[in-house]
């Protein structure tokens, strides 16, 4: 069973960066597609970028221009780099890992985001 572990989050200032990791350990192949997602108080879980094995990523509109996701299959490892954050990214980021037959979830890395 896939095992996702994220970290990076922390408390930043409105303008401000940062860079999350989400390390899978478990696996026997490359999974296809890593997502990031988030979730603040109140609100519905929002997927946020998604990134496939060979490097193609596409991002939230909300984001965009933002952020950027990316990943080191060598590494097994899947990255947010989140650039000009605004207080409205506060939120819970998790990372996934989903195919045909699973859909692993990490436990989450608290983001916020101050004014």
């Known amino acids: 069973q896939v095992q996702l572990v994220e970290s990076g989050g922390g408390l930043v200032q409105a303008g401000g960066s940062l860079s999350l990791s989400c390390a899978a350990s478990g696996t026997i192949f490359i999974i296809n597609v890593m997502n990031w997602y988030r979730q603040a108080p109140g609100k519905q879980r929002e997927l946020v970028g998604s990134i496939t094995s060979g490097g193609i990523a596409v991002h939230a509109d909300s984001v965009k221009g933002r952020f950027t996701i990316s990943r080191d299959n060598a590494k097994n490892t899947v990255y947010l780099q989140m650039n000009s954050l605004k207080p409205e990214d506060t939120a819970v980021y998790y990372c996934?890992?989903?195919?045909?037959?699973?859909?692993?979830w990490g436990q989450g890395t608290q983001v916020t985001v101050s004014s």
């Open positions: 996934n890992a989903r195919g045909k037959n699973f859909d692993y």
